[in-house]
Structure formats: C-alpha cells, structure tokens
C-alpha cells in the first residue's frame, strides 16, 4: 500500500527518512524552514555528507515520490502520516534537552491538520515528552479531526544512514494506550517492505519506546567509555588495551563492537543524549540509577584531555610547537564535527600556544565554521608539513593508508600519537617513527 507521508525537519534524520521512506515507494514530502536547505535538497543535493544518499534522493525525486516545501499547510493537507524528525539539541548551560524544535512541529501541524492523522515520532526525546505531545496535538487539532502521536525511535548511524533506515536490526513502536488508534496499522503499512523481511517489530507503549533509543544510546556509550577507562589502566600497568578488547570481545556476551578504545565518543547523539538522559532521570527522582553516566562522561571527557597531554610530551613544549590534526569529523564517512573529540583536541592544543594544521577528507567547511582561527590544510600531506607530531584522530581510510616514507619526509620530528589505534605500529616503527597508540606500551 502505498501512504502519504510528511516528514518534518530535513537534518541527518529527517532527509533521510524521508527519501528512504519514498525509495519504499511511498509518495513523501520533506519539510524544513531552513529555505537554503530545502532548495539544495530539491535540486537533488544532500546538504551533508552521507554515503549513497544523494543517489536514493535523486532516484526519488526524479520519479516524483519525493518533494520539498517549507508549506506546513501543503503537508497537512497532503499527508495523513507525519514523522517528526526535528533536532533536540542539549540546552546551553544544561544538561536537559531542548525540546523547542518538537514542540514547534505540533504547535503549527495540530490546527492546520484536515484528516485523521497520525503523527511518529523519530527524534530522541526525554522519556514522558510523546504523552506530552499527544495531548497538545488532540488539544491543537480541529474539532473532529482525529490525531494520534505515536514513538518510532530512529537508531540510524551516519555513515551507514540509508542501510539502517532500509534495513534496521529493528523498529520499535511505542503507542498510546491510553488513546488507541490506528497508528500500529499505519506503521505497518509504511514499513511492510521492512516486515516482510522479518526485521523485528516491537510494539509498547509511549514511555517504553521513548526509553529504548536513550538506553540504547546510553549503553553504547558505557560499552566506549568502558575500553576507554581500560584503556587508562593499560597504560598505567604497560598493557595494550587493543588486545585486550580482542581477547575479551571474543566472549560473545561481550563482542568486539564499540570496545575501540581512543579519543571517545562525540557527535551529535551520544553525548547530548547521556546528558539529557540523566537530567529526566533526576527529574524523576530517578537520578542515582544513572549517576554511573556521569562517570561515562567523564572517562570520555578525559581522553581529550590525555591526547593533549601525550602532544605536549612528544612536543616538549606545546608553545612554539606545529602540530598536525588528521581527522576533524567525530567519526569516519561523515562531516559532522557536533562534540567531534578531534577538533576538541586542536582546539586545545592551540589554545596552549601551538601552531595547529587540521586536514579531514570532508568536515574542512564544517571545520572552519566552527573553529575558524585553526590552520587548515589540503591534504594529509600538506598537514603535516614541518609538524613536529602528527596526530591521527578520526580514523579515515586514507589516514590508515598513509604512507610513513611519504610522511616522514615531510614532518619535522617522526612522531605520531594515533588517537584511535587505527594504525599498525610495527610498519610506523619500522619506518623510524615514534608511534603512541592511547592505551598501549
Ligand atoms: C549513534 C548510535 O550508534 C545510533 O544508533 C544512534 O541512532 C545515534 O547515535 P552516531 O552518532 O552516528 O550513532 O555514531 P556512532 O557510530 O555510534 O559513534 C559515536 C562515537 O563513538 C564516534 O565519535 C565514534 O568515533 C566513537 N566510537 C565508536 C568509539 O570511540 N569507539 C568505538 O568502539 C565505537
């Protein structure tokens, strides 16, 4: 069956899902008030870096599934399945998520809806918001216009954002029950290419749904900051943490994803998401169950903080130093630099007195936007021209090809801190360099 679905909020998540959902064969309408964003994404142009997903926009809108507008109206009258896709930032100065965004799309969507409708929720909120909304929207919505708010958590990663929005390990539905309706049904519909695959459907209830993505988000970033802090006690005893996390990942209660230990976690999810996590938890008096989060954050926090320190020690002295940055996106496959721990790094380190070069394949604009005093360099080679440390921090496939020849002719002092132990040591040792991995001998 094919739907009319609206997706609001065209970011990572919401351009996304939405030319996703039309690739499914569904007849979808983006919506945004960011003019610029709209007008690239029209032409067929993906305002960020996402593997494969200019190719799924462009398929789409060429086939006339899939179209922009800024028009809340347009997309009321159009669609009877809205998906909410809009950011929820961390507040300045707070732990607590912003919630402006979300309430927003409710507040102009409810009064201009003109048929039943039912309205999924994608963004990570605090447990308690989707209730919250569902009674603004009934209150919101015409007289006699039937409107339901249900939970669809997104677990999408960048980098691999359409093959987990196409094929996820599972979908997860959170609905009213105090209010039931027919958003299961709608879901169904939607998904029903994904369900016949087999993909897991798991249907609760609003609370349980909205608690799924934080603690899913929250696990993942304990599972981090866990070889992290083993990573801490690996150099205090002279162990390698690489080869414990392949020891003990082996254990298949345990397994090998995410135990990569390094500069840690960044983005535009794990890190606002803890915070906000442990702000809700603490509304709810609830807060000493995830005061261990404090500490995750922590642990992470202090990776930075340990990069700089192995700078300074391969420096001497930072002041006067020239330092080469390769990677600023908090992760490979991406230009996101949200909390990205190697521009936290650069920043550090220049705001200590050295002449820092940054190069990353794609985040350079995103880069300069937010850090516009760094030095910025074409080419991994050119970054680290007369350097007298290299340090590897996100670990591109081109970084982890890097030829230490080609590079040793060009730095001042062979030395490299790799900041994600993405690189083999014996052939950097081999080649005459000094080689610090974070977490090894
Ligand atoms: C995350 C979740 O994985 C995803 O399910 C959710 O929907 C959104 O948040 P994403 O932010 O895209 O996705 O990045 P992810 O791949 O989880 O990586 C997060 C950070 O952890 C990156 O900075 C990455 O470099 C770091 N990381 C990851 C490690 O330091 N070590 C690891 O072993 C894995």
């Known amino acids: 069956m094919t739907c009319n679905i609206a997706v ?241 990942g082996h254990d298949e209660r345990i397994g090998r994803k995410f135990l990569n230990a390094g500069v840690g976690f960044g983005g535009g999810c794990l890190p606002k998401d803890i915070r906000a996590f442990m702000a809700r938890a603490g509304e709810l008096g609830a807060d000493q169950a995830l005061t261990f989060l404090r500490e995750v954050d922590d642990i992470n926090m202090r990776r930075r903080a340990r990069m700089v320190e192995l700078a300074r020690e391969a420096c001497g002295s930072l002041l006067g130093a020239r330092v080469a940055v390769l990677g600023a996106a908090f992760k490979p496959d991406s230009d996101d630099v949200r909390d990205s721990p190697a521009l936290n790094v650069a920043g550090q380190i220049q705001l200590q007195g050295a002449a820092v070069n940054v190069y990353d394949p794609k985040a350079m604009d995103n880069s300069r936007a937010l850090f516009p005093t760094l030095g910025y360099s074409t080419s991994a080679l050119d970054a680290c021209s007369g350097a007298d440390v290299v340090l590897v921090l996100t670990e591109w496939r081109e970084f982890k090809e890097l030829n230490p020849n080609d590079l040793g002719r060009v730095v001042r002092q062979k030395s490299l801190i790799d900041g994600r132990n993405c690189l083999n040591p014996t052939t950097w040792r081999d080649a005459g360099w000094t080689y610090r991995g974070l977490g090894r001998p």
């Not at 067929?44 to 799924?56: C, I, K, M, R």
């Not at 029903?192 to 696990?219: M, R, Y």
């Open 8 to 248: 609001f909020g065209t970011g990572y998540l919401g351009a996304t899902h939405a030319a996703c959902m039309a690739e499914l064969g569904h007849h979808v309408i983006g919506v945004d008030v960011d003019a610029s964003k709209l007008a690239k994404l029209e032409s067929g142009e993906v305002p960020f870096y996402e593997p494969g997903l200019q190719e799924v926009l462009q398929r789409n809108i060429a086939a006339g599934r899939l179209r922009f507008t800024s028009s809340y109206q347009e997309a009321a009258s159009f669609a009877d399945i809205h998906f909410l896709g809009v950011g929820t930032p961390q507040k300045k100065g707070e732990f607590a998520a912003d919630l402006t965004y979300v309430d927003a799309v409710i507040e102009q969507l409810a009064p201009l809806l003109e048929k039943p409708a039912v309205i999924f929720g994608k963004s990570t909120v605090p447990v308690g918001t989707a209730a919250r909304l569902a009674a603004k929207a009934r209150q919101l919505a015409p007289a006699g216009v039937d409107v339901e708010v249900a939970w669809n958590p997104e677990f999408l990663r960048e980098g691999f954002a359409v093959q987990d929005t196409l094929h996820p390990d599972r979908l997860v539905l959170g609905i009213d029950r105090d209010f039931p309706g027919r958003a299961e049904e709608a879901a169904r519909a939607v998904y029903a290419q994904l369900l016949d695959e087999g993909i897991p459907f798991i249907v609760t209830d609003l609370a349980t749904s909205e608690l799924v993505k934080t603690s899913a988000n929250a696990f993942l970033a304990t599972k981090i900051s866990f070889i992290n802090a083993m990573a801490e006690v690996c150099e205090a005893a002279g162990a390698d943490v690489t080869v414990l996390a392949d020891a003990i």
